[in-house]
Each structure stands twice: as C-alpha cells, then as structure tokens.
C-alpha cells in the first residue's frame, strides 16, 4: 500500500493537528520557527534540537568547497515588512566583520558593503540582481549565497561580470530544513540526504527519470516533535543524471519553483518560463516579471531603467513568441516597482491557470 501524501496547504491551515503529543527527552528542546508567510500564512513550526544539529550539519557538508570559511566579513541581507527595520543595519556578535542589514532597496546594502569590505553576502536572488545591476565596484567580493527563490537567468548573468566572485544557492524550508545545495565541482544541486528522504515524482507518483521534471517530496527523518511523511513541499525541481560526483549521485539539475511558476502552452502542456536576460536588458528594462492569465495570454510587467522606456505590444511580442508560441499575445504593463511578498521574496513568473 502506497503511503499518502502530506500536504503543505494542510500543514499550513491546521498546523497545531501535526504536532507531536509526546517528544522523547533524548530528542532534546523543542524550539518553534515560523514560516515565511510568504504562501499567506505563516505557520508555528516544532523543531527538535536534535533535528537543528542534524540540518547543521548536512549544511557545512553541502556548503564544503566554497569557502565560506575563507571570506574577509560577512552580511547577510533580511527583508521586514516593518516600515521602522527597513534599511537598519546591526552588527552581528559571531565575527569581527559581520552585519545584518533589513533590506528595501539596494543602495544602502551597496554601502555598507563598500564601507567594510566584506567578501561574502547572503541574501534572496531577486535582491542580488537588483545590487549588480547596478554595476557597483564590488571587485572585493568572492562569495555570494541566495536561499528562499528560482535563481534567474538575470543572476547568473551579473555575477559573471565579477570573475573571482561564487554563487552557492541552496534549497530547503523552515518544515524540513535544508533539502539541497549547489555543488561547487558538478554545479548540481545535491540532496541532504543525510537528514531526510526526497523524492521527485510525476503525475503518477512515480520517481521521474533524469531530465524530466517533478513535484518534489520530502520526509524529514530527525524531528519527532512534528513528523511530516511524505510532504509536498509545492515545488518542482528537475531531476539530474549520476555525474560520479564524489558528493553524491543523487542531484536536482534545478529547482523550477512553484506549480504558479508553470506556464501552460495553447495546447496544454506545461513549461518552465525562460526569458534571455540579454534580450530583457536590451530593451531597456530594469526589472520584470511574467504573468500568465490564460493560455493565450501574458503580461510583462516591467520597470524601465530610465524614465524615456516605453514598450509598446510589438517590443515584446517576439520575447514570448520565441520563448513559448505565437498564438500568445503579449501585453507590456509598466510599473514603478513590482510588489514582493510580505517576506520579500519576489516571484519573477507566475501563472493564473
């Protein structure tokens, strides 16, 4: 008999339903976390100490050969949703060189990191770009990690413009902790398999082959204060091939997103939206976002990077007829700014269907 599935919208409405009545002693404190919020609701999640050592540790092996231990100082970029964080920066007790700053906008990150020089910064990968895109003298940094978003192509990009400069972008959430992490010698994202048992499964709920698409599931093995069997995280990641990395075998080639992320062609199949960052930064455009809001149409929100761009439906139509069909008419929508979730995070496609 097939073991059932565990929601994450049922984890989300009734989380008190999932907690555990009893925690053996040797499972250590039992700490709450919430979550993000970022999905509408934020949620009280039991941890065990035992699972944070756990999840520890699986970090620092996912993270060995980046040099994270190397780096001259260290920031780390949050978001706030109060008017009165945004834009403070606190320095932090672990270093010499370490700070955190609330942040709304990319300039005062750019300052303080020019003001101590410090070579590492972890932040979400919507606010890396809006950093580099910015072309700051930052020849100083070496290390830059993102969590909490789909790294876009747009990143990628920039940080390529800064030679001696690595990304490390991980994957995981406040339910299970850390599930995966890029690897610095396969580019793959390796799976912390060391802490919890994923699986990425079709349509039929059957393990997908490499190259192929699919939901990912996971099942937490160290957090008796609220086992989660089998939970659906929302997420689709595409599974990789056994490159013989000397990590592991078992890798994502990326992490997709959300189902919302999914755009759905006229004739019903569904797609990762790709858009090439040359052809957006051409048109003058400072930041966008994809709307689906039918099978025959999408919006491109944009913000221009000076105030004389303007694009017109004929601007932008070969982006979406190259990139998904002819038959979806494309519509230019200019903003000042595109909203965030009330955790920050930016969700750079998302479709209506």
Same mark, same amino acid.
Not at 49 to 58: G, I, T
């Given at each position: 008999?097939e073991?059932?599935? @565990?929601l994450?919208?049922?984890?989300?409405?009734? @989380?008190?339903?999932?907690? =555990?009545?009893?925690?053996?002693?040797?499972?250590g404190l039992? /700490?709450? +976390?919430?979550?993000?919020?970022?999905t509408?609701m934020?949620?009280?999640?039991?941890?065990?100490?035992?699972?944070?050592?756990m999840?520890a540790?699986?970090?620092?092996?996912?993270?060995?050969?980046?040099?994270?231990?190397?780096?001259?100082?260290?920031?780390? #970029?949050?978001?706030?949703?109060?008017?009165? !964080?945004? $834009?403070?920066?606190?320095?932090?007790?672990? =270093?010499?060189? =370490?700070?955190? /700053?609330?942040?709304?906008?990319p300039?005062? @990150?750019?300052?303080?990191l020019?003001?101590?020089?410090?070579?590492?910064?972890?932040?979400?990968?919507s606010?890396?770009?809006?950093?580099?895109?910015l072309?700051?003298p930052?020849?100083?940094?070496?290390?830059?990690?993102?969590?909490?978003?789909?790294?876009?192509?747009?990143?990628?990009?920039?940080?390529?413009?800064?030679?001696?400069? #690595?990304?490390?972008?991980?994957?995981?959430?406040?339910?299970t902790?850390?599930?995966?992490g +890029?690897?610095?010698?396969?580019?793959?994202?390796?799976? #912390?398999?060391?802490? !919890? /048992?994923?699986?990425i499964?079709?349509?039929?709920?059957?393990?997908?082959?490499? $190259?192929?698409?699919?939901?990912?599931?996971? @099942?937490?093995?160290?957090?008796?204060?609220?086992?989660?069997?089998?939970?659906?995280?929302g997420?689709?990641?595409?599974?990789?091939?056994?490159?013989g990395? &000397?990590? =592991? $075998?078992?890798?994502?080639?990326?992490i997709?997103? &959300?189902?919302?992320? !999914?755009?759905?062609?006229?004739d019903?199949?569904?797609?990762?939206?790709?858009?090439?960052?040359?052809?957006?930064v051409?048109?003058?455009?400072?930041e966008?976002?994809?709307?689906?809001?039918?099978?025959l149409?999408?919006?491109?929100i944009?913000?221009?990077?000076?105030?004389?761009?303007?694009?017109?439906?004929?601007? /932008?139509?070969?982006?979406?007829?190259?990139?998904?069909?002819p038959?979806?008419?494309?519509t230019?929508?200019?903003?000042?700014?595109?909203?965030?979730?009330?955790? $920050? +995070?930016?969700?750079?496609?998302?479709?209506?269907?």
């Amino acid at each position: 008999m097939e073991m059932p599935f @565990t929601l994450q919208a049922a984890v989300k409405s009734n @989380t008190s339903a999932f907690y =555990s009545s009893y925690v053996p002693p040797s499972e250590g404190l039992v /700490i709450d +976390k919430f979550t993000s919020g970022s999905t509408g609701m934020a949620a009280k999640i039991k941890k065990t100490k035992v699972h944070f050592s756990m999840n520890a540790d699986e970090n620092a092996r996912l993270r060995q050969g980046w040099g994270f231990d190397r780096q001259t100082g260290f920031i780390r #970029a949050l978001s706030s949703p109060k008017e009165g !964080l945004q $834009g403070k920066v606190r320095r932090n007790e672990e =270093s010499a060189n =370490s700070w955190t /700053i609330y942040f709304r906008e990319p300039r005062p @990150t750019i300052e303080l990191l020019c003001r101590t020089r410090c070579s590492h910064i972890s932040l979400f990968p919507s606010q890396a770009v809006s950093i580099l895109e910015l072309r700051p003298p930052l020849d100083f940094l070496r290390l830059i990690s993102t969590v909490g978003e789909v790294v876009p192509p747009e990143l990628t990009r920039l940080i390529a413009g800064l030679p001696d400069c #690595a990304h490390y972008d991980s994957y995981g959430s406040v339910e299970t902790g850390i599930v995966a992490g +890029k690897c610095n010698d396969c580019g793959n994202y390796h799976v #912390a398999d060391r802490h !919890l /048992i994923v699986e990425i499964l079709d349509e039929n709920n059957k393990q997908v082959m490499p $190259g192929s698409m699919g939901r990912v599931v996971v @099942t937490p093995l160290y957090n008796l204060a609220m086992p989660l069997l089998r939970y659906e995280l929302g997420d689709f990641a595409e599974m990789g091939a056994d490159t013989g990395c &000397r990590k =592991s $075998g078992y890798s994502f080639i990326r992490i997709v997103g &959300r189902e919302k992320n !999914l755009f759905r062609l006229p004739d019903g199949s569904r797609i990762v939206p790709m858009v090439d960052a040359d052809d957006v930064v051409a048109l003058g455009v400072r930041e966008y976002k994809l709307l689906q809001r039918s099978r025959l149409e999408i919006d491109f929100i944009y913000v221009p990077l000076s105030p004389e761009v303007v694009l017109s439906d004929a601007d /932008i139509q070969p982006l979406i007829t190259q990139n998904f069909s002819p038959l979806i008419k494309a519509t230019p929508v200019r903003v000042t700014a595109i909203p965030r979730s009330a955790s $920050g +995070k930016f969700l750079m496609h998302e479709s209506l269907l």
